[in-house]
């Protein structure tokens, strides 16, 4: 379905994006899909170029944005750092049988400049791209790096103030972390906890002028998108900058990053969002810098573990707090789910973080059980045989999450209890929606049958006789409202669950 568009601070506005509070996010990894695309239709597709068929698939399937990631211009002194580094070339000779230096294009977070790569179709393609998704409702995210830039981005040159400095002592005695740039010596950029990367610089996050370069940039990728996911987010805050780098920061402003930069943007462009990559439990500081979402990695981790009581237990957090989070299964810095699940714990997986609160990401290749994880600096995929059943399994389950309440609802969590000698509820889970109509969902995180009763805080269902409807297995339920509020007696096998709508049953007669 085809929505009308309107216009909003000089570009085309997604109305479905817009009127999303927990929205679906598709994450495409550019580069390669555009080269998949050429491939498949036997002639180069750029940005300006998609065949309608595609923005079609993702609209049809529900999503409210595409996250394109990697659009801006990559670093050919990145390209020759990657090249001459063993470990990767190892890493890309693994991930492509028939692989050659030329596939690869340098890594999307190495950025040159912020300008959209001409490999990719330019600023016209990444407009017309834009246009495209927002005549079907949908937004455009699009990334932001606040820690570093390329070696050979132009600031480097015309702005060296803007990075933390070093000295000729400091290269000599660790080249590994500080590089010579046209003459000066400029620290590599980092995470705390990892060595220096050798392929970008590092962008000093206590520069007054830096943040107002940030701004103006910020500025003029807002004018090309509808939000920006800022890669590390949490590297940029005072405290964590401070950390990392000491004295050779200076002293820190009395302001924080964040809320410097994002309430300036948000002056020229009010509904502009942040999405922040966000690790190390800074999620709530950062949503209390400005963010609209934090990535959740600890769901992630919890779902990874297979510890049901841990994914309840975070579960319990404000709801405030969780409708901020960004949920998945995998993203692109995340091996492919179909490597870290079996098929019947992706399954459960899935559901149990596409149904929560918050926004929720879904990455290309997911739904059809791609299993190489592409290592960023490439410009093509291997060839992989699509999943059907895991094609299958997706495509139903988002064509229930179509309904609107799981958009602009509200999420509540469920509770829970055993019978009396027979509580196997410890791996049970379970939330609901209101909205436009009512959703229970329940899911066994565990490899073996649970059993309970699990009970929805709608008090007016009592005395109501119910219908329980869940598309996903095509099953229907007659019940009295009654037990819903007291107790659904619930019997799961390993890794299943249950997706119902709540109807009234005079709906089905």
């Known amino acids: 379905m085809i929505v009308n568009v309107t216009h909003e601070e000089g570009g085309p506005a997604a109305s479905r994006w817009r009127s999303a509070t927990h929205p679906f996010l598709y994450e495409i990894n550019t580069w390669p899909w555009l080269n998949r695309l050429s491939t498949d239709t036997g002639r180069r597709i750029d940005l300006g170029s998609v065949p309608d068929e595609h923005w079609d698939a993702i609209a049809d399937l529900g999503f409210d944005a595409v996250w ?153 990728i807002a004018e090309q998108c509808d939000g920006v996911r800022c890669d590390m987010a949490m590297l940029m805050m005072n405290d964590t900058f401070g950390r990392t780098w000491g004295a050779r920061a200076g002293d820190a402003p009395a302001d924080d990053y964040w809320p410097t930069v994002i309430p300036a943007v948000r002056e020229s462009h009010p509904t502009f969002h942040f999405i922040a990559e966000a690790y190390w439990d800074l999620e709530w500081a950062l949503q209390q810098q400005g963010f609209d979402f934090c990535y959740d990695k600890r769901l992630y981790d919890r779902l990874v573990q297979g510890d049901a009581e841990q994914v309840g237990g975070h579960l319990l957090a404000d709801r405030d707090y969780q409708e901020k989070l960004v949920r998945f299964i995998e993203n692109h810095d995340e091996p492919r789910a179909a490597t870290v699940f079996d098929p019947a714990r992706e399954n459960a997986a899935a559901v149990a973080t596409l149904t929560q609160t918050g926004a929720r990401l879904v990455h290309d290749g997911q739904m059809e059980g791609r299993r190489a994880r592409l290592p960023v600096f490439l410009g093509r995929f291997p060839t992989e045989p699509v999943d059907t059943d895991r094609s299958l399994f997706y495509r139903s389950l988002l064509t229930a999450l179509g309904d609107n309440t799981f958009r602009t609802g509200v999420w509540q969590l469920c509770d829970r209890s055993g019978s009396p000698g027979n509580d196997r509820t410890e791996d049970l889970v379970a939330w609901c929606w209101d909205g436009d109509r009512r959703w229970l969902v329940v899911v066994n995180l565990g490899p073996d049958t649970a059993i309970g009763y699990v009970r929805v805080p709608w008090h007016d269902l009592r005395g109501v ?45």
Not at 477 to 484: E, I, K, N, Q, S
């Open 68 to 220: 394109l990631m990697g659009v801006w211009e990559r670093s050919p002194a990145g390209v020759t750092i990657a090249l001459a580094d063993g470990e990767l070339v190892s890493a890309f000779e693994a991930t492509l049988d028939d692989y050659t230096p030329s596939d690869v294009v340098g890594s999307p977070y190495c950025i040159r400049d912020y300008e959209v790569d001409s490999n990719l179709g330019g600023r016209a393609g990444l407009a017309a791209a834009r246009a495209a998704l927002a005549r079907r409702g949908l937004g455009l995210i699009l990334d932001f790096v606040p820690n570093h830039v390329a070696p050979d981005h132009p600031w480097t040159t015309t702005h060296p103030e803007r990075f933390v400095q070093g000295t000729a002592a400091d290269l000599r005695h660790d080249a590994t972390s500080f590089v010579d740039v046209a003459g000066r010596v400029l620290a590599n950029g980092r995470d705390p906890y990892f060595p220096a990367w050798p392929d970008v610089v590092q962008l000093n996050a206590f520069s007054p002028d830096l943040r107002s370069a940030v701004v103006d940039t910020l500025r003029r």
């Open 465 to 509: 006789p119910c219908r329980l409807v869940d598309p996903t297995h095509d099953a229907v339920f007659d019940r009295a409202g009654t037990d819903l509020c007291d107790g659904l007696y619930v019997e799961l096998g390993p890794w299943q669950w249950h997706l119902f709508r709540i109807d009234s049953a005079e709906e089905h007669t």
